[in-house]
DNA sequence: CGATATTTTGAAATAATTCAAAGGCAGTGG
DNA sequence: CCACTGCCTTTGAATTATTTCAAAATATCG
């Protein structure tokens, strides 16, 4: 007999490891590994919410877009997240793959009855909801109360923290090295900015040697303690998704 | 034989009502109805999370402080909202009442135990739980690209959708009268601005005919098509709690 | 290597903040 | 009942952070 629930692996079947019912396994079963594009879409605006994604590899946008063509990236999600909360059916954002793209998708109404029929899967389950709320309001905070490159800073520390827990080959150490798969447009619509004071605030931070760049997307954190002063606490909630 | 978690009520015990469990009667046995006078806190921040709140009447703003004195409300929560969600021993927020506040409060023990035990009342309670992150992401698109005035514009859709939604005496219609229980540095601090901008939105939007105010703290809502153009969808995501 | 998109930098414009003062309201005590 | 006190709100003027507009520099991709 395999272990089923063993064969794609992902965040959620580690969170269903020490538990069984024949709707866990039936949730594994139906999971399956698809993969996306740069540019794709994982979940488009006002589609119905019939998938769940484990997110493997890759980095997503999910966004909340206005009628006038406003955009507000609402997180960045990358291995380990999950993507596909909805209360509704019809789901209110847009999840984009920034980069190529490996994730899990589950069926939502497998994902339903195992959690129905699970308590000690549906507990670790609420615990991660919890977690992804409580760093939406660390986001809130930023926005709300921060500075431009206060903002910035606390965008390399979020990145650090997600890139740290959230590392395909399980956690692990933060590095002072930080990716950032995203365009400056997609960094300054997470933080409620232009792309302009991004870039600015980007300059800033290198012109006082707290940051190093070898090209725009690979980032080196310098001074660790002036990052914390600027970007708040020591780190960001850890979260899984969204 | 008398229904036990019919005599405090609130929205968590009629949420529980087609189920039964003894964990749920023990969860509702416990429960106690608490009353705070106003500027009271029901949370503090670091405080660890022993209880879990189901607010009766009254209103209660939900913040996190930052160490230099900022302050940004996350949510503001009445009748019907629950307050005390976390994924850690310890609260990062503060609760504190704009009002006379009364409110149940239930060990966090036994609504876990009720969770794990009760499948169809920890669904009701994922959902709820959902519908508060799909409120902070509203919020976070309000505070990230509304303007000043648009952000007070979408604040009184917010504060209207939860009072219909969320009023003591249960779901009703929306009418154009608004309370506004709280200060404007309150509001302020919830949208992200300073108390000046906020007060020069409102009289922006008195000049215009578009809201009118009997004291400061009670506004009509005259003009809905334009408050909600400037506010931005048809309403507000319902949400209960924090 | 050339073409296109992204990022950076500069200068001017603007929305929101800060600083300052006046107006309104609520509660207290004479 | 009225005056006084303190707090909250509104309005005004000056300042500032961020945006907007514009162009140059750099990176990306076929």
Redesign the pocket.
């Known amino acids: 007999m395999t272990l089923r629930r063993g064969n794609l692996g992902g965040n959620l079947a580690e969170m269903a490891e020490s538990f069984s019912s024949p709707e866990l396994d039936r949730l594994f079963d139906e999971g399956r590994e698809r993969t996306f594009s740069t540019g794709e879409h994982l979940i488009t605006e006002g589609a119905s919410t019939e998938y769940f994604y484990d997110i493997l590899d890759g980095t997503v946008a999910l966004a909340r877009n206005g009628s006038d063509g406003r955009r507000q990236i609402l997180a960045f999600l990358s291995a380990r997240q999950f993507l596909g909360v909805a209360s509704t059916a019809r789901y209110p954002n847009l999840a984009t793959a920034l980069t190529p793209v490996t994730a899990i998708s589950y069926s939502r109404s497998a994902l339903e009855r195992a959690l129905n029929t699970t308590p000690g899967f549906a507990s670790k389950f609420r615990i991660a909801l919890t977690l992804i709320l409580e760093s939406s309001h660390d986001h809130i905070y930023t926005i709300g109360q921060r500075?431009?490159?206060e903002r910035v800073a606390s965008f390399l520390l979020y990145l650090r923290a997600n890139q740290a827990r959230f590392a395909a080959e399980g956690p692990r150490e933060k590095s002072e090295h930080v990716e950032l798969p995203m365009?400056?447009?997609d960094i300054a619509d997470f933080l409620?900015?232009?792309?302009?004071?991004?870039?600015?605030a980007?300059?800033y931070l290198k012109r006082r040697g707290i940051v190093s760049?070898t090209?725009?997307?690979s980032c080196e954190l310098i001074k660790m303690d002036r990052i914390r002063e600027l970007g708040g606490r020591d780190d960001f909630t850890q979260h899984r998704g969204a």
Chains 1, 2 share one sequence.
Do not use: C, M
Not at 192 to 200: D, F, H, K, L
């Open positions: 500075s431009a490159v365009t400056r447009l409620g900015v232009t792309i302009e004071t991004v870039s600015r980007f300059s760049f090209d725009s997307h």
